[in-house]
């Protein structure tokens, strides 16, 4: 058998690093979907509080009007994006809650303060939840002095928007196309909630808003009673929602009417130009 050369295992190294470079995979659709949306998404953050229209993100991403529409429904699910008025799309709180603008504390640290003075002066516990689409997510809470604390609710705690007290007062300030499809993206879930339905959820909703507060029981936990109020930003839209929770023996109408003016007190102490 012929010798091999000397330099041969150096022709194949060379050989083999002046292979052009393999072609990139196709662009597959989840891929490029995912594309769109960022290219949306990064369009309505551009636009700050005063929102985006439809023809703006049209023109930002270079899309068509039914692409922008797909995008942003799934986005507004999500909690990514949020609607302003009729016509504009601004961050939602899923943004809100864990990337406020440098400088300013998250929510959840706004909130504090209130839901310390809320809890001081009732003995309760006091919770602090956001939207994330048709779910409310607990991002705080304070303990009260009271013997007996309702902490079923932990921070993280998500469930449908609407079965709590907090949820429910957030639910109610929302515009009714929002309200409804939360309702409607909440349908499957509602009765492991104590048997909660749509249509009980709207009667609920109706009553916060003629009250101006929510209070609902027996439903995210059995035995318990809470009461709750939304919590608007300084453009007055609602945001974020607080609530206290006790025993149903321990909330009668007095003090849950008590309850509600010490949270509308605590909002305007700590809060006076939303959050």
């Known amino acids: 058998m012929p010798s091999r050369p000397a330099n041969s295992n150096v022709r194949q ?34 636009h700050g509080r005063d929102g985006a229209r439809v023809v703006d993100l049209c023109r930002a991403a270079a899309l068509e009007r039914a692409t922008i529409y797909r995008l942003l429904s799934t986005l507004l699910e999500s909690g990514y994006v949020a609607q302003r008025g009729r016509f504009r799309y601004v961050a939602g709180p899923r943004l809100s809650a864990v990337a406020e603008p440098a400088g300013q ?20 516990a006091a919770f602090a939840i956001v939207r994330e689409g048709p779910t409310s997510h607990c991002i705080a809470r304070h303990v009260g002095t009271h013997p007996v604390q309702i902490l079923v609710i932990q921070v993280g705690t998500r469930q449908p928007l609407g ?8 639910l109610a300030a929302l515009p009714d196309a929002e309200m409804q499809a939360c309702i409607n993206d909440n349908a499957q879930e509602l009765p492991r909630y104590g048997g909660m339905t749509p249509e009980r959820l709207q009667i609920l909703v109706r ?35 607080i609530s206290v929770a006790s025993t149903v023996d321990r909330m009668p109408r007095e003090r849950q009417q008590l309850i509600a003016r010490w949270m509308r007190e605590a909002l305007a102490a700590h809060l006076p130009n939303g959050i």
């Open 13 to 46: 190294t060379d050989e083999i690093v002046r292979k052009p470079p393999a072609p990139e995979p196709a662009d597959d659709p989840g891929s490029r979907t995912l594309r769109r949306g960022l290219q949306v998404l990064d369009a309505v953050l551009a």
């Open 105 to 124: 504390p998250n929510l959840a640290m706004r909130l504090k303060p209130v839901l310390e003075r809320v809890s001081r002066a009732c003995g309760d």
């Open 163 to 170: 079965v709590g007290a907090a949820g429910l007062a957030l």
């Open 207 to 241: 009553a916060t808003r003629e009250r101006g507060w929510s209070v609902v029981g027996n439903h995210a936990t059995q035995g318990v009673l809470a009461a709750g109020m939304a919590v608007r930003n300084a453009a007055g839209e609602p945001v974020a929602a």
